[in-house]
């Protein structure tokens, strides 16, 4: 993979924008080889240092974290604001980087859609899917291996942070929250634990399909998370939500259903934790308004 990697600081002219951040400093990373072609927004705290323990949060849909002037929708995640008034507030004890990794905008169900979730369709949906809705199989598989072989080991490296005393830990929202619960059962040595906001359990496009597909692609999701046979994530922290407001309504009657799943599968020295928000909807400013919340119990040692 690394042989055929170019990797480039250099901005080109069809890139995302670059976002502005009220805190710390971004820098652009640009990561391409034959099946990956990605841009990666890079976040330093004021005050960042080399070679100290560094608490790394990867985190999906990159474009959508910092910068609302330049997002589709007008909001973002607001994630330097939030870590550095966790970090004055001393609710953090190590510095913190954080890897905003751009999506796919066209073939993000592909990218996030598990590949042993896929295993658990009948036929029919397989091949209804393939061609409706991925245009192929799905590919989180190869997009974790990229995330996690290829983007964070160069990212480490170049801000010089690589260390086996550094935690990692994914975040993500929606499809980005299916990919990074599925990302602990693929990469258990390689993450401490995983965030994921609004869960969208259907993991298709809930307007193209109706309730009896979505139910059929979901069964196929719980029939993963509760098999024991890939869930080798030992020692680790697992955070899952919802809210009860627009998209976020359609995830009640399988939200209890799948955190029982993972529930009854993992070991019983992980931190699991689920929650449902009251008036919550599907939206940057609803992630931004629980995030400190949520990093805070992934990153607290003791999970408080």
Avoid at 210 to 217: E, F, L, N
Avoid at 246 to 262: E, K, M, N, S
Wanted: with cysteine; charged share 25%.
């Amino acid at each position: 993979m690394f042989l055929f990697c170019v990797f480039t600081l250099v901005t080109k002219a069809q890139d995302f924008p670059l976002p502005f951040v009220k805190n710390g400093t971004i820098e652009r990373m640009h990561f391409r080889h034959t099946y990956f072609d990605r841009q990666v927004d890079v976040w330093l705290p004021d005050g960042f240092a080399a070679h100290k323990k560094t608490d790394v949060l990867i985190m999906h849909d990159g474009q959508m974290l910092f910068d609302s002037t330049i997002t589709w929708n007008q909001q973002e995640w607001g994630v330097d604001e939030c870590l550095t008034k966790l970090k004055q507030e001393g609710l953090l004890t190590r510095q913190v980087l954080v890897i905003g990794i751009h999506n796919d905008p066209y073939n993000r169900y592909q990218e996030f859609f598990p590949n042993s979730a896929y295993d658990f369709l009948p036929d029919s949906l397989q091949k209804r899917f393939e061609s409706e809705l991925w245009g192929g199989l799905p590919s989180a598989d190869q997009y974790l291996a990229n995330v996690m072989e290829l983007i964070v080991p160069m990212v480490e490296d170049k801000f010089k942070v690589s260390s086996k005393r550094n935690r990692h830990f994914m975040i993500g929202s929606s499809m980005g929250a299916i990919v990074s619960y599925y990302a602990l059962g693929k990469h258990p040595k390689e993450l401490d634990g995983v965030a994921g906001l609004s869960i969208h359990l259907p993991m298709i496009n809930a307007s193209k399909y109706d309730s009896t597909v979505q139910s059929k692609s979901f069964e196929a999701l719980l029939a993963y998370a509760s098999s024991p046979k890939e869930r080798r994530i030992y020692r680790k922290k697992i955070w899952i939500d919802r809210g009860t407001v627009g998209l976020d309504a359609l995830y009640r009657p399988y939200f209890d259903f799948f955190c029982h799943g993972i529930a009854q599968s993992i070991p019983r020295n992980n931190l699991f934790i689920y929650k449902t928000y009251e008036g919550a909807g599907h939206s940057e400013r609803d992630w931004n308004a629980r995030l400190a919340e949520v990093v805070c119990w992934l990153l607290n040692e003791k999970g408080r």
